[in-house]
């Protein structure tokens, strides 16, 4: 399909034709192997559908699905849509989803609960139903509500539409399109937008679903020449690099890698190119105004924070704190707006009037945009930290931190400090589990790095907290950093000592 095409009423519609037209092409490739044609998945959602809709189900109400089984939630969600329901969350503002799909025990909170396996050996395995379903027509309509990454506090949720949906994918472009079917693995879950999303826009494009559950399988199927696209965030790519063998064989099958979520370090991308393909791609936006900038990552090297080209179809503009557009090349507050942009969060005006004005949406990321259309995250709004006047940048300490020998992952965030200022913080990973990192060193690595805007304190953890696209979640490393300070004061306390400098060594 071109972005001029038809823009169907709903989004299973293109699997229908897809299942007319090549009913033997395969639609999914599943973890054991065994592949499913474009007309078994057709069968299989239209069987969920019937008995959906045997069960109650009608367009508007909100159904999660609960399943481990990837292939059956795939379906699942497929069949929710096809019927106009709205594909939903285990949580919802007003009092959780209407139904629960899934697994037994994992209904809590909903009005009621379908068992996923007995409608699934009932319709699907034995036949069940085997007459086309109608599909709800109405582009307009919810097709599923998805929470925001939620870095920053509360996650929130994004209504969107069939219409919406088919817009996001149809505009994609260059930015992904292969000349040849997507043979495609997503390491991002369906539950979160961006992962519901490239399993949709293969299934458009008439390519396969590979479904792994591990590195290793990952692997196997690189290896045979299974995969000519994958999908993953910087921290899901980094961990696959380092299962790699050494006498791994670079697949020649695989064309492209897209990185999403969070900026992919330069080392992970080095790595990449050489392990597994030339081709990455950098992607940059979010579940409410979906791509904002994309690019291939060989070309944003040597622009720290760059995270690609301006994507077409979206109007960005760079801010000062009068929300008048900054001369170009200078650092401003960003905001987009355009046609893949939703206008507010489902259910929840308050947090919308912070983040929509004027039909711009304020993601939070400070930016510059280049005279070439590069745009260039300098960091968050809301994480900046600011010491004493200085405005320090998280990222910017997290990629020295990153760098050190000892480190093998960071986060930087601010904390209090006992006479009323703030104090950079650092959560650092070993580089290797059980050894602690040279402090001495690196505080010299920092100080010399970083100046005024290297850490004050160092907590060593064993893993940094990220959500599912990899963006990495302060507020329980801050936590973490308040029960230290505590546990410093009652020590303190106890020795009848008041004084001191506080936490200043890695615990």
């Not at 936006?285 to 760059?306: D, I, R, Y």
Request: net charge positive; aromatic share 6%; glycine share 10%.
């Amino acid at each position: 399909m071109s972005a001029s095409a038809n823009i169907p009423a709903n989004i299973t519609d293109p699997i229908r034709e897809h299942a007319r037209a090549t009913p033997e092409a395969q639609a999914v490739i599943l973890h054991s192997g065994e592949a499913v044609s474009y007309a078994m998945l057709e069968r299989a959602i239209d069987a969920v559908a019937a008995g959906l809709r045997g069960d109650g189900i009608r367009p508007g109400d909100t159904v999660c699905v609960r399943t481990p089984n990837g292939y059956q939630d795939l379906v699942a969600r497929l069949a929710i849509a096809r019927l106009g329901a709205v594909i939903a969350p285990a949580t919802m503002p007003n009092g959780g989803p209407d139904t629960v799909v899934g697994v037994e025990g994992q209904g809590t909170g909903a009005a009621r609960f379908i068992p996923l396996a007995m409608l699934w050996t009932d319709r699907v395995e034995r036949g069940g139903n085997a007459a086309e379903v109608p599909m709800h027509q109405d582009p307009d309509a919810v097709c599923a509500y998805f929470p925001t990454s939620g870095t920053t506090g509360q996650s929130k949720l994004v209504a969107v539409s069939h219409r919406l949906l088919a817009r996001r994918i149809l505009s994609v472009g260059e930015a992904w399109k292969l000349t040849v079917a997507p043979r495609e693995i997503c390491s991002i879950g369906p539950a979160i937008f961006p992962g519901f999303r490239f399993r949709m826009q293969t299934l458009w494009e008439a390519g396969t679903i590979v479904m792994v559950g591990s590195a290793q399988q990952t692997l196997n199927a690189l290896a045979r020449g299974a995969v000519n696209r994958m999908v993953m965030t910087p921290s899901t790519l980094e961990s696959l690099l380092r299962h790699v063998p050494a006498d791994f064989t670079r697949p020649a099958s695989l064309l492209a890698i897209a990185s999403t979520g969070t900026l992919l370090p330069d080392a992970v991308y080095a790595m990449a190119r050489e392990r597994l393909c030339a081709n990455v791609v950098s992607m940059y936006g979010s579940t409410e105004s979906f791509l904002v900038a994309w690019g291939k990552a060989e070309a944003l090297q040597g622009h720290p924070g760059a995270v690609g080209y301006l994507a077409p179809g979206i109007e960005v503009q760079v801010v000062g704190e009068d929300d008048r557009p900054v001369p170009e090349g200078t650092r401003g507050r960003l905001r987009v707006r355009g046609e893949t942009c939703v206008n507010g969060y489902a259910f929840d005006p308050e947090a919308t009037a912070k983040v929509f004005r004027d039909g711009w949406f304020y993601p939070g990321d400070e930016a510059v945009v280049a005279r070439d259309g590069m745009l260039t995250v300098v960091g968050r709004t809301t994480e900046v930290i600011n010491k004493g006047g200085n405005k320090i940048s998280p990222d910017v300490v997290e990629k020295v931190l990153r760098s050190f020998s000892g480190i093998s992952d960071a986060a930087a965030f601010a904390m209090p400090s006992t006479s009323g200022g703030t104090r950079v913080w650092a959560a650092i990973v070993s580089a290797t589990p059980g050894v602690r990192p040279d402090v001495a060193r690196l505080r010299e690595f920092c100080k010399e790095r970083l100046k005024l805007h290297a850490p004050d304190f160092y907590l060593l953890v064993k893993a940094i907290p990220r959500n599912d696209m990899g963006k990495i979640q302060r507020q329980p490393l801050q936590a973490m950093a308040a029960k230290q300070i505590e546990n410093w004061k009652s020590r303190q306390t106890g020795s009848g000592s008041g004084s001191g400098t506080g936490p200043k060594v890695i615990h």
